[in-house]
């Protein structure tokens, strides 16, 4: 065997000749490997689903973001609901922090003694900081920044 056999073609014909071309190949497959990841944020906007296990019981989240930088979720476990409403900011590095403006129950009934009980107020929820990633253009997934939990959520 001779040289020839193991390296077939040669280097010079393989590698760019200059530092220049180097550069441009370079950004060039930056913008490639970028460009789903900007696409995809910016098509945040959209009806989009996730589902949990919360105390044993199953969870099937709906969140829909809107234009505008708004959003609404609504989480159903059995036969308990939840739902909030509000603004988002979505920061370049992939962060999204949310402001509740609207939330449901507002307020529980709570037993006394076995017979009789009271309304009480709901606090309002926190609004959340995230760590979004896109997977592809129709999944994404949330870290909870404070706490670290993570959900999947899929584009319906």
């Not at 409403?85 to 003694?113: A, C, F």
Request: aromatic share 10%; charged share 15%; proline share 4%.
């Amino acid at each position: 065997m001779n040289r020839q056999d193991f390296f077939p073609v040669s280097a010079a014909a393989v590698l760019p000749a200059s530092f220049n071309q180097i550069r441009a190949m370079v950004v060039a497959l930056s913008v490639v490997l970028a460009t789903p990841l900007v696409v995809a944020q910016k098509k945040l906007d959209g009806t989009w689903d996730a589902a949990l296990v919360a105390n044993g019981q199953r969870c099937a989240v709906e969140l829909v973001m809107h234009a505008g930088q708004q959003y609404g979720e609504l989480v159903r476990c059995g036969n308990l609901m939840i739902r909030q409403s509000g603004t988002y900011n979505l920061g370049r590095n992939g962060s999204l922090i949310r402001n509740v403006v609207d939330w449901d129950p507002k307020q529980r009934y709570v037993m006394d003694n076995g017979y009789s009980g009271h309304y009480e107020t709901n606090a309002k929820p926190p609004g959340g900081s995230y760590q979004v990633t896109f997977t592809s253009a129709n999944t994404m997934v949330w870290k909870d920044v404070n706490f670290g939990g993570t959900i999947t959520f899929r584009r319906r």
